[in-house]
């Protein structure tokens, strides 16, 4: 069966969001068409995958929310089982965000392992 789930993240930073896409390679998209296995469907804010699918930024009560369609692991292919390499780089995006919000120099170390480090410096 095919349809579109959440994923287990909440957004407060769009900005943020964006960010982490295009540095993965992927746009985000407003007022557009989402493709998934059974077609498309509208949605105020696409992710837009390479290949066949796509990801859905849904407004909810507390912000924002993912949606994706996990049929055949092509969605998992391009942003993480659970969409794990998403979350990592959306929530490095709002920490260096906030850092320098409040006047910190931010240096980012994208590690062997797999894991980021932030530097945080006085300007």
């Known amino acids: 069966m095919s349809h579109f789930t959440d994923v287990e993240l909440e957004i407060k930073d769009l900005q943020a969001l964006e960010d982490a896409c ?3 390679g992927f746009e985000l998209v ?3 068409t989402a493709r998934y296995y059974y077609g498309s469907k509208q949605a105020d804010i696409v992710i837009k995958l390479s290949g066949k699918y796509d990801m859905t930024v849904e407004k909810s ?3 924002y929310k993912l949606q994706a369609d996990w049929y055949d692991g092509h969605v998992a292919r391009c942003v993480g ?3 794990d390499l998403l979350k990592q780089n959306y929530a490095t995006h709002v920490a260096m965000r906030m850092a320098r919000k409040k006047g910190y120099r931010v240096q980012r170390r ?3 392992n797999g894991k980021v480090e932030l530097i ?3 300007r």
Do not use: D, S
Request: glycine fraction near 12%; avoid cysteine.
């Open 120 to 122: 945080l410096g006085v």
């Open 30 to 32: 407003r007022n557009t």
């Open 22 to 24: 295009k540095e993965m």
């Open 61 to 63: 009560e507390n912000g």
């Open 81 to 83: 089982q659970n969409a």
């Open 110 to 112: 994208n590690l062997q």
